[in-house]
């Protein structure tokens, strides 16, 4: 199936973000070469629950806000995983996005 061949895609960028570092979903399209596809960069980020390997808590939306955060169990679970990587947030939004932003490489 093309979705989860798609999401797997998703998966290997993920698994490529430092720690301490976030991304957002538009920048894992971008990466991809499917710059309108941050949509389902978000699906394959809530279809990853069981995959430890995965760092899911990592990618936020353009303008650094947790967006899927509610996708987590706990309800600052995001938030403190991040927090943990040395990012603060605050009002549900990275403090210093851009410091912390992670850009993936464009694939050839």
Not at 3 to 25: C, D, H, L, M, W
Not at 79 to 95: F, M, S, T
Request: net charge neutral; aromatic share 10%.
């Amino acid at each position: 199936m093309a979705e989860e061949n798609f999401f797997e895609r998703v998966y290997v960028i993920a698994r490529q973000i430092p720690f301490g570092k976030v991304t957002s979903y538009g920048a894992i399209a971008k990466a991809l070469g499917t710059t309108r596809s941050a949509r389902m960069v978000g699906w394959a980020m809530n279809a990853c629950h069981n995959m430890d390997d995965v760092p899911a808590h990592r990618v936020v939306n353009q303008k650094g806000l947790l967006t899927g955060k509610h996708h987590f169990d706990g309800t600052n679970l995001m938030q403190q995983l991040l927090e943990n990587e040395g990012i603060k947030v605050v009002n549900n939004q990275i403090v210093d996005f851009e410091k912390h932003f992670w850009k993936p490489e464009v694939e050839s």
